[in-house]
Every structure is written in C-alpha cells, then in structure tokens.
C-alpha cells in the first residue's frame, strides 16, 4: 500500500468540486447498465459486427449526453483551468 499511495490518492491533486465525481464509479456503472439493458431487449444478435454497432451507438450516445451535461458529471468549463491545452478550453455546447 505504501508504494501505491501516489497512484492511489492522485485524485487528490484535482480541485475540491472534482473529487467527488473522479472516485465514483456511478458513470461507469450507469453506462454499463445502459448496455446491457439495451442489448438485453435484442437479445440474439445475428453476428459480432450488430454487437459493434449497437455498443458503438450507444457510447457515441451517452458521450454526447455526458458533453452537454452541466451539473452530474464534470464539464469542459470546470476542467478547462486545469489545462493548457487550447481544445479543451472549448465549449462543450454551440454558442454556449
């Protein structure tokens, strides 16, 4: 545990209001969910390729959800002062 305490509390040099939402799987949880909710209506697919799509369909989904989000999950304009980087300065929403 010792050696790990860097990897394991990184989260911790993120701001305060981030915390929170860093350590939680409730993203990851709901996602998943989401998935095999929707591949469970389905139920047999024909082959891999109608796996890949659907999947695909559904993360594109939520990532567009996720992106236009303002309060659940962290936003481009919460995270935009912990980077450089111009892109991530953006807004997540046109004319926002």
Known sequence: MDDAETDVLAYMTFPKEHRAKIYSNNPIERL??????RT??????PNEAAITRLIGA??????DEWAVQRSR????ETMAPL???PIVMLSAV???
Do not use: H, W
């Open 32 to 37: 998943n969910g989401e998935i095999k909710r």
């Open 94 to 96: 046109p004319g926002a």
């Open 58 to 63: 559904i993360l594109m989904e939520q990532n």
């Open 40 to 45: 469970n209506v389905v139920g047999i697919f």
């Open 83 to 85: 980077s450089d980087n």
């Open 73 to 76: 999950y962290m936003t481009l």
